[in-house]
């Protein structure tokens, strides 16, 4: 046995044995405690649970929870992790003890260039920095008189999706609506920060996506570094390195953008775009602004980047999918876009109050495949005691199921049934008031671009039914459809793309 092999062997004993001694005195810790925690699975020595969350967690802790009850406690390696899978239990955390419970833990691979210290998705919310991004979100970029500004930047990119369609209609090609989706989405929102496109076409889109998911698995793949305390400078699975990687070809094009626009605003004839980089640095030229240089902008704009992009996309699959694999449904939302816009004609943001069956489509398929199944996870800051009497101990983190809430047998009647009509008459909306549809958060962890997103699936999803019939390939009827899922990241989307071949309807 050579010195590199026994090396090998020996570091794995000790960590191995490391492991032992940390779960024997968690245990003995555990069970001096008075804290009664929910109950949940048995969890195995040194490993905990996390076997048993399987391929697709979402479905996993689903199932669980039908066992174990609403909120349930895991053991994910050395890490105690609360679920909670009920309305009734999602209004305590995001609501009654929202203030105790929105803190966050930080992803190993997420220390890289100290992201985790300048994003407003994992900066403590007791925080200033936090609470001064939130207000900038809540207050500057994302209100309706911002998005009201570059509205204009986004029809034209809506124009040039029914271009892209137009020509396929013309070959009888099938298009991959997630590719178009993220094409399209990506550009609305580069020209909603930036007045840019950032792809120019498909495979330009392919090219930012690979990053968008690269980054999105490093923030919500299972990584061992995470459940391990001891591997945390280790990186086993390379997961900090190739969010590295991703975070610095970002950062290399947000310097080229930022540093244009500063030369371009010395300009005597300089006209402000309206859009979100404006705001920022105007923010940051103010005399009183020591938070909101450069370096923070980015960061910043790291976080609306890859929040609005994959996502948003996959929603707009989704709601495509179903909408396809239930023609009555389809044919009800066309005669209502129709009758609202006129045939063939695509839809501005000033339609979208018109149009209340096109945003229960938009609400139903968010309850059905929220793009986050799992949200971002939370920590606990201390221990708090919910109104059935079991304890959330201080430090561990909590998991909201929006996949297991929004199928909720005691919310909703046919859970698995895609039934747009339950929201018709209703108020219940995505806001993070109604705790049985909350698939962008609610509390303080609520996501700030919410306004846009919807903004962008309502756009996309009404145009494209309004100036096209679809139809599937190779004589594929719509009740053949794959509607599976896979989780990749923190993402839900199809397990098989939706390509249709779009008809062209004569305006």
């Known amino acids: 046995m050579d010195a590199v092999t026994s090396n090998y062997y020996y570091y794995a004993l000790v960590f191995l044995l490391t492991c032992i001694i940390i779960h024997v005195l968690t245990s003995l810790i555990n069970g001096r405690s008075n804290h009664k925690l929910p109950p949940g699975p048995y969890p195995r020595p040194i490993v ?117 369609v137009y020509h396929s209609s013309q070959t009888g090609e099938a298009i991959d ?50 459940f391990f305390p001891l591997l945390r400078f280790l990186d086993p699975q390379g997961i900090k390195r190739s969010y590295g990687i991703c975070i610095r070809k970002l950062f290399v094009l947000f310097d080229k953008l930022i540093e244009e626009r500063l030369k371009m605003r010395e300009g005597v004839n300089y006209a402000t775009n309206n859009d979100m980089l404006d705001a920022l640095l105007d923010i940051s030229q103010e005399e009183d602004s020591k938070v ?48 609202a816009v006129g045939i063939g004609n695509p839809v501005t943001e000033s339609d979208i109050a018109t149009l209340p069956y096109l ?3 938009i609400k139903e398929t968010l309850r059905l495949h929220p793009p986050a199944p799992l949200l971002l996870p939370r920590k606990a800051k201390v221990s708090v005691e919910l109104i059935n009497g079991y304890t959330i101990p201080k430090g561990a983190n909590i998991m909201i199921n929006v996949f297991a809430i929004g199928r909720h047998q005691e919310t909703w009647e046919n859970p698995t049934l895609f039934s747009p009509d339950r929201f018709m008459g209703t108020n219940v909306d995505v806001k993070g008031k109604d705790f049985q549809l909350t698939p962008f958060g609610s509390g303080r962890r609520i996501c700030p671009g919410l306004p846009l997103a919807m903004r962008m699936l309502h756009l996309m999803l009404g145009t494209l039914i ?25 993402a839900l989307r199809k397990k098989d793309p939706l390509r249709v071949i779009p008809v062209k309807i004569i305006n």
């Open 48 to 164: 905990g649970n996390l076997f048993q969350l399987g391929e697709n967690p979402h479905r996993s802790l689903s199932n669980l929870a039908k066992i174990h009850g609403p909120i349930m406690t895991l053991k994910l390696g050395q890490v105690t992790t609360i679920i909670i899978s009920s309305p009734e239990m999602a209004k305590e955390v995001l609501q009654t003890h929202d203030h105790s419970l929105s803190d966050r833990p930080i992803p190993q691979s997420l220390t890289v260039l100290d992201h985790a210290y300048y994003g407003i998705g994992f900066l403590p919310n007791s925080s200033p920095l936090w609470r001064y991004l939130r207000r900038i979100c809540n207050n500057q970029l994302f209100t309706n008189k911002a998005l009201d500004a570059s509205k204009f930047l986004r029809q034209k990119k809506l124009k040039e999706l029914v271009n892209d």
């Open 292 to 339: 909101m240089d450069k370096q923070q902008i980015k960061h910043l704009l790291h976080d609306l980047f890859v929040a609005g992009t994959d996502t948003t996309s996959y929603s707009l699959e989704w709601a495509m999918a179903e909408l396809i694999h239930n023609p009555d449904i389809m044919s009800k939302a066309k005669k209502e876009v129709e009758e």
């Open 466 to 490: 309004n100036t096209f019939d679809w139809k599937l390939e190779n004589g594929m009827k719509p009740k053949e459809m794959n509607m599976e899922d896979v989780i990749g990241g923190n």
């Open 359 to 361: 945003q229960a489509i």
């Open 177 to 226: 609506i997630g590719k178009a989706a993220f094409k399209t989405g990506i550009n609305f929102l580069s020209n909603t920060i930036f007045s840019i496109d950032f792809a120019q076409s498909i495979n330009d889109a392919g090219d930012y996506k690979d990053i968008v998911v690269s980054i999105l698995k490093a923030t919500g793949s299972p990584n061992l570094a995470d």
